[in-house]
């Protein structure tokens, strides 16, 4: 299994960044993805996760109205679309990939850095 986190970088404050997550190894329009971040010095946090079908999405408070999550089931690819980036989104940010079976399992990418300055 391999998720690939693409796409981040170093912006200014107002600016945006599309990150991408593409997936291999595992049926991927049966699951549920999301991202996370982790900044220095805090634990991980969702920022997002989207239904396998794509039709439900979650955010966190935090990010609402800035940030679009998405997938393209025949891509087996996930989006992260970040806008009015802060400096405060300033994070690592992770991709995985949740399945439901007997016993609920988890997937992660190795993250890709997104540094926001102000």
């Known amino acids: 299994v391999q998720l690939v986190e693409s796409g981040g970088g170093l912006v200014q404050a107002g600016g945006s960044l599309r990150l991408s997550c593409a997936a291999s190894g595992i049926t991927f329009s049966i699951h549920t993805m999301g991202w996370y971040r982790q900044a220095p010095g805090k634990q991980r946090e969702l920022v997002a996760s989207i239904a396998p079908d794509g039709t439900q999405t979650n955010s966190a408070d935090s990010v609402k109205g800035r940030f679009t999550i998405s997938r393209d089931n025949a891509k087996n690819t996930m989006y992260l679309q970040m806008n009015s980036l802060k400096p405060e989104d300033t994070a690592v940010y992770y991709c995985?990939?949740?399945?439901?079976?007997?016993?609920?399992?988890?997937?992660w990418g190795q993250g890709t850095q997104v540094t926001v300055s102000s």
């Open positions: 995985t990939a949740i399945g439901y079976g007997l016993v609920p399992y988890d997937y």
